[in-house]
């Protein structure tokens, strides 16, 4: 980790180590069904792309596009796929979040968590809910987070307790009263993925 928390050298890392995978998985890939390699992919590859991966929130489309590089080997791995294919109807047919979906994911479920009074205090004190100061139509929303202040321009809209709120008020009504976190997580999924491949 860098002085400008750019995050570059660690997903540096995280690239090298899943590409050792890939190595590893398509090295044995012919003897392999599809779902059989899926499930090496999933447990080699995605839970590395995936582990402390809120950590990556706020950075550019730029700074993740290696590890996007990753997940795109990755799903043409599963399916043999030449190297130049493209990748989106591979990634839908997987139903899988690309990796800045897959990071706003996670930040929501944290968020959800935060709400049900289910998350550990060292990320509840990190936000609040909203209540306003005077009766208005949208206060009828007792599930709205209150977005923190920053005081550095250069990091601190990657801050949690600003990056997070704003994600979750930004979700539907709808989602944000799923009952429990598994449908929560379900139906989120759901509407990351037809936010972003339409």
Known sequence: ???????????????????????????????????????LVTSCILSRLDYCNSLLIGCPDSTLQPLQKVQHSAARLIFRAQHRQPCTPLMKELHWLPVSERIRYKAACFCYNIISESAPAYLSELVSLYTPSRTLRSSDDARLLRQG??????????????????????????????????????????????????
């Open 149 to 198: 202040r920053f005081k550095r321009k250069a990091h601190g809209f990657r801050t949690f307790s600003y990056y997070g709120p704003q994600l979750w008020n930004s979700l539907p009504f709808q989602l944000r009263h799923s009952p429990s976190i598994s449908s929560f997580k379900s139906n989120l999924k759901t509407h990351l993925f037809q936010q972003h491949y339409g």
């Open 1 to 39: 980790m860098d002085s400008h928390l750019s995050m570059k050298q660690h997903i540096k890392k995280v690239c090298q180590t899943c590409y050792f995978e890939i190595r590893r998985i398509g090295s044995i890939r012919k003897f392999l069904t599809v779902d059989a390699t899926k499930t």
